[in-house]
């Protein structure tokens, strides 16, 4: 069992910045993946950004040169720094981890956070 927890998020104005935090925790036994998706209301979920375990990232190409996408590994831990926020980016985000539990009877799982709001408006 995996838990993920999400703060950071608020209002914003335009031109602003943000960070994103998202803590795994519970029976781990490693962290593949951490990726952050978001959500504008009525609209498509879509993948923000995304980093690996060995610290290769990715991004949108609405964000990329905006926001960057950092992980600390010791703390099971994921950041999505925001910067020169626009009023497109105002969503809900929700940080997705695949994980293999610690359990003895571990496997690969998909686990989400609960999301949190960003929105950027005057």
């Known amino acids: 069992q995996v838990q993920l927890v999400e703060s950071g998020g608020g209002l914003v104005q335009p031109g602003g910045s943000l960070k994103l935090s998202c803590a795994a925790s519970?029976?781990?036994?490693?962290?593949?993946?951490m990726r952050w998706y978001r959500q504008a209301a009525g609209k498509q979920r879509e993948l923000v950004a995304h980093?690996?375990?060995?610290?290769?990232?990715n991004y949108a190409d609405s964000v990329k040169g905006r926001f960057t996408i950092s992980r600390d590994n010791t703390r099971n831990t994921v950041y999505l720094q925001m910067n020169n926020l626009e009023p497109e980016d105002t969503a809900v985000y929700y940080c997705?981890?695949?994980?293999?539990?610690?359990?003895?009877?571990?496997?690969?799982?998909?686990?989400w956070g609960q999301g949190t709001q960003v929105t950027v408006s005057s």
């Open positions: 997705n981890v695949i994980a293999k539990s610690g359990s003895p009877a571990s496997s690969v799982t998909n686990y």
């Open positions: 519970g029976s781990i036994f490693s962290i593949y993946v």
């Open positions: 980093i690996a375990s060995g610290g290769t990232t």
